[in-house]
């Protein structure tokens, strides 16, 4: 048997041939060119080979299965034909597996993402391993694009047009539990009989599954037009189709053809090469390396911190304690009483029970997180959070007392999100060990984590802070302790402009429209609501120290009513006891195109953008986009402000 | 004791507070209280809790999915896959039993660091199916057919559906066919001990509590919380209103129209858990441990079960005297409170000329003065989760000593089924172990 780079085939006893991935120089297997080409000659090997009676592909990596395709190689295709062209050969290598006499099986642990995932479908069966790392899923929308090796076709066939269409669209992934009941595998095991489990399906003989009744139906073309229409209708609701076109291209691709069509994988490769040509897949797919670079920025530090202690249980504190405590940490929790703990305990409750539904798990995560009345957590934690109320004095005192008594190398960092490092650490003994720490809210949602450095912070707490935030599965983006920092500094003045634009009678549907069109998650307006005017307004008067930033009116008046938002039932907007927002009677509607508001407001933001390099708050573009992506939600489908602003 | 063994030392311990029932399973079981005293003691420590040599607990009634509780509690607190754990029973002295046990292995110099105490949620404690349902329903699902199911069915009979309670069979004796309370009577009719003074008794005990309670003696507890935000700071079964007047109206409950054991002079049905730290000389010269007190002795005896609550008599007087010492050698004694009436029958029996002669006395034991006795309050007032009171009682006792600078001092509990069992410790607090 020949030698390959990335594959390695071993025979059992029992002639079944197990193919192990195993790609070359790299700790997860993703598939590029070479390991399809390699993949190919193996599949023509096993199909000439008549002693074979069973194949079972699996991963030779400590973790996952298959990540998916090597995305770095998204923008080395020429242009768009070449890309369907590269993509057909992929469909006919895995339609090899699917082509093969002898049953075929993936045995999954771990994930099975995308190109992954395509491989796994077009295997006869799919065993999957039932731990919580276990995630399967066709993820391609959230690079712009749809799966291009035969998913969109063998998937809907697999398990009914409708679970595949969610999976597809929605981009989400599967447990094993969840595959399993939906059919996408065939059997969930532990990991004692994943072995066993793959050698018996490897040895079944009998015939694939038929075709469902439901899929005949939707063979027709008239029903399938009718079904279409309702699924972009879905789709609309969460994305438009000029921001992100790949969705509704699955769905137009599958109106037209069905999932019976012989040109059904010609078509899936011709458009999905198309998309690889947008400007949405091209910003996807650099959000996507931004995000790698933050998470890389930890890779050189060996900090392994174990105990995390966190002071204030406040919404922030804690929020960021249960996150701690989720992420596998054990935790202690300080605030004056108990009383003042106890509620983050439930919520705290709430979140594990959401992420990890095993109630033996929820309890370890509850064991964890250890109420700290006393403080005790201060003298054993590695990590040591401060997130008070944002009061100088009262910070220096803790951060005095906290120097003395915490172990000499725990890190010692704040939340605050206002007070200048350099005015905190001046009462300390070694103001090096002092950085920030700067989540957002609500914790569990918001990916990005700033890493504040003061004029003297040390580097080694710094990137210790930073290898912290990855340990809690948090994009870290170092920033220097001015004003804000980053994210706020760039997001107040757009909020403050906006709320002027309300001073002006400019409606706050249409201005909340415009920024939704143009693809922010959320319009500035009911983000001021959201965050609560309150809290916009002590922000805004802490920047207005530094930075000529006038506060509107508007914005005075309802703090000074207390309507502080969607948390009081009323803000600029007004919402039900559910919290829903209550739609505005109508006013005089807005006439000119929204894109002029937009473009003021963006112009706002970019301006604002522009300062924070030229003040060096973040040491690169690259660094002020993602923060913006991952701390916003910034339009991603746009490459980040920066990007935005070059490609304009 | 003859043979030199090695001393025994109590560094600390913390408790929960007793939670009172209140007619539905409380928020906390078994092992989440013992986890959340467990986790708030071993916090003021710097060791790991990987450093322990044994976790050992008491408890009667741990839930179905608690079997084992004691290591299903070391596991949670983090000590780790190698730490061995066990779970000890004695009935109501379930606590007492695991420092008992827990200290033997330290004398013999088995182990030198050992996490031991007792933890109990009454409140969970389950209704069972009754026999007859139990074999109806063991009939149903060998029924093959249709017909023999509906046979079955037929069969059935509403009386199969009244569960047992375990609560109440647990604290009943099944040799001598007495609830617990019912023994409290023998010893309140053997010592001639009426309505009234167990009343009066019952209501120092809340004042006891209280006031300690005020004055900030119950440094033991730490707060636990639940998961929908509900916490707890303090034992909650202390009545600030209760007299003589109120205990006087409610009506006795174990001997129904003629007894004089209500539950207002019994001890209530409480959750909550007790974990002290115990460790050898070698241990606190190790992770340089603070002592709280030395565990000198601890003797258990067994006596008629009809009169269980006169247990601490025959645990204390051997105790005390194979330690060569006698009543003026204790500076304060804590008597679990099970009931008023047993408890003053116990004073009442230290006393008694007769009875201390069975014990192989020749004068009375002596009298056990009022203020040196629960100086602090007891189970009436504050509850007897049965397997962690025998732990709390020693643990509190040690407080006492520091706070008081006394010297010696016995924590001894009546048992369920005959026994006592008696605790003596002395205050090292002030000083490096000796």
């Known amino acids: ?648 | 004791m003859t043979t030199p063994h090695r001393a025994v030392y109590i560094v600390d311990g913390a408790r929960t507070p007793f939670l009172k029932m209140r007619g539905q399973p409380g928020a906390l079981s078994a092992s989440d209280l013992a986890v959340q005293a467990g986790r708030a003691l071993l916090a003021r420590f710097s060791f790991p809790p990987s450093a322990l040599d044994e976790v050992i607990l008491g408890c009667m009634i741990p839930s179905a999915d608690e079997a084992n509780i004691a290591r299903v509690v070391a596991l949670r607190l983090g000590c780790g896959k190698t730490v061995p754990a066990w779970t000890v029973q004695r009935n109501c002295a379930s606590g007492m039993q695991a420092i008992d046990s827990a200290a033997r292995n330290i004398m013999l110099g088995k182990s030198d660091l050992v996490l031991a105490g007792g933890t109990e949620a009454m409140s969970r404690a389950p209704l069972l199916w009754n026999a007859s349902m139990v074999s109806w329903l063991a009939g149903l699902s060998a029924s093959k057919t249709v017909f023999q199911k509906l046979k079955k069915i037929a069969q059935f009979r509403p009386s199969y559906l009244s569960p047992v309670a375990a609560l109440l069979r647990g604290l009943t004796d099944p040799v001598v066919n007495l609830s617990m309370g019912q023994t409290a009577e023998n010893v309140a009719h053997r010592f001639h001990i009426n309505r009234t003074q167990m009343d009066e008794y019952a209501v120092l005990s809340h004042q006891r509590v209280m006031q300690a309670a005020e004055k900030k003696y119950f440094s033991e507890i730490v707060p636990v919380f639940d998961n929908k935000g509900n916490y707890f700071t303090a034992d909650d079964g202390v009545r600030p209103d209760s007299s003589v007047e109120k205990l006087a109206t409610l009506k006795p409950f174990f001997d129904k129209k003629w007894g004089n054991v209500t539950p207002g002079n019994s001890s209530q049905i409480t959750d909550g858990a007790a974990i002290l730290l115990l460790a050898s000389s070698d241990a606190v010269e190790e992770y340089r441990l603070p002592v709280l007190a030395k565990i000198t002795d601890i003797h258990w005896a067994g006596l008629n079960p009809a009169e269980m609550g006169l247990g601490p008599v025959h645990a204390t007087v051997p105790l005390l005297k194979k330690n060569g010492l006698d009543r003026h050698d204790i500076d304060y004694w804590e008597i679990n409170e099970a009931f008023a009436a047993q408890v003053l029958g116990c004073v009442a029996a230290f006393e008694d000329s007769p009875y201390c002669h069975e014990l192989g006395l020749a004068a009375p034991f002596g009298k056990i003065d009022l203020e040196r006795l629960n100086v602090d309050g007891g189970a009436i007032a504050m509850g007897h989760p049965v397997g962690a009171s025998g732990a709390r009682i020693i643990l509190h006792l040690a407080h006492v000593l520091k706070r008081e600078h006394g010297k010696r001092g016995v924590a001894t509990i009546c048992i369920g089924g005959g026994q006592g069992g008696s605790a003596l410790i002395e205050n090292v607090s002030g000083g490096a172990a000796s």
């Open chain 1, 1 to 648: 048997m020949k030698h390959y780079h990335h594959w390695r085939l071993e025979n059992a006893p029992d002639a079944i041939a197990w193919l192990y991935f195993d790609k070359e120089h790299a700790t997860v297997n993703t598939m590029d060119a070479e390991v399809m080409e390699e993949l190919s000659l193996i599949l023509d090997f096993v199909a000439t080979h008549p002693d074979y009676k069973g194949l079972v592909i699996a991963s030779a990596k400590k973790q996952g299965f298959i990540a998916g395709a090597d995305i770095a190689q998204f923008d080395q295709f020429e242009d768009a034909t070449e890309a369907a062209r590269l993509l057909r050969q992929g469909q006919q290598i895995f339609q090899k597996i699917e082509n093969l006499k002898i049953p075929t099986v993936a045995m999954i642990k771990g994930f099975c993402l995308g190109g992954g995932l395509e491989l796994a479908l077009s295997c006869r069966y799919r065993v999957a391993e039932e731990g919580i790392k276990t995630r399967l899923g066709l993820p391609e929308v959230k690079l712009g694009i749809h799966p291009g090796w035969g998913g969109t076709v063998r998937l809907p066939r697999l398990i009914g047009l409708f679970p595949a269409m969610n999976l597809m669209l929605g981009g989400h992934l599967l447990s094993a539990k969840a595959a399993l009941k939906c059919g996408l595998v065939d059997a969930v095991v532990p990991e004692r009989h994943l072995v066993g489990a793959a050698t018996y399906y490897a040895s079944q003989t009998a015939a694939p599954r038929p075709f469902s009744k439901i899929n005949q139906l939707l063979n027709i073309s008239k029903v399938r037009s009718v079904v279409a229409s309702g699924l972009r209708k879905k789709v609309r609701a969460k994305a438009s189709p000029q921001h992100y076109p790949a969705p509704f291209q699955l769905i137009d691709n599958w109106e037209e053809l069905g999932l019976m069509d012989p040109t059904c994988f010609q078509q899936e490769a011709e458009t999905c090469g198309k998309l690889f040509f947008t400007d949405a897949s091209r910003n996807l797919v650099r959000a996507f390396f931004l995000q790698e670079r933050l998470k890389g920025l930890a890779k050189q530090s060996t900090f392994s911190p174990e105990h995390i202690h966190v002071i204030g249980a406040g919404t922030m504190g804690g929020d960021i304690a249960a996150w701690c405590a989720l992420s596998g940490m054990r935790v202690t929790l300080q605030d004056r009483e108990a009383k003042f703990i106890a509620p983050a305990i439930a919520r705290a409750f709430t979140l594990f029970k959401e992420k990890l539904k095993e109630p033996h798990l929820i309890q370890k995560a509850m064991d964890r997180l250890m109420p700290d009345p006393e403080g005790l957590g201060v003298s054993k934690a590695d990590v040591i959070i401060e997130a008070i109320f944002e009061n100088l004095d009262a910070k220096q005192a803790l951060f005095k007392s906290l120097e003395q008594h915490a172990k000499p190398n725990a890190i010692l960092a704040t939340n605050t999100s206002s007070i200048p490092l350099d005015e905190i650490n001046t009462v300390m003994e070694s103001p090096q060990r002092l950085v920030g720490i700067h989540f957002f809210n609500p914790v569990a949602k918001m990916l990005l984590i700033e890493i504040v450095e003061g004029e003297r912070t040390a580097g080694t707490v710094t990137d210790k802070a930073i290898a912290f935030a990855r340990k809690i599965d948090k994009l870290p983006l170092p920033v220097k302790s001015s004003p804000g920092f980053l994210v706020n500094r760039i997001l107040m003045p757009y909020l403050l402009e906006s709320v002027a634009m309300l001073d002006e009678g400019i409606p706050a549907e249409a201005i909340d429209k415009a920024m939704t069109d143009f693809g922010m998650p959320m319009g500035p307006i009911t983000l001021a609501d959201v965050v609560g005017l309150d809290i916009c307004l002590s922000v805004a008067e802490h920047l207005g120290k530094y930075f000529d930033a006038p506060i509107p009116d508007q914005l005075l008046r309802l703090v000074g009513e207390k309507k502080l938002g969607k948390k009081t039932g009323e803000g600029f907007y007004r919402y039900s006891k559910s919290g829903a927002q209550i739609k505005p009677k109508q006013s005089a509607p807005f006439q000119k195109p929204l894109s002029t508001l937009s473009d003021r407001l963006v112009a706002r933001l970019l301006e604002e953008s522009e300062k924070c390099l030229a003040e060096g708050v973040v040491t690169d573009t690259d660094l002020l986009d993602a923060g913006m992506i991952f701390g916003t939600g910034f339009a991603p489908f746009r490459g980040g402000p920066m990007h935005y602003l070059k490609s304009k």
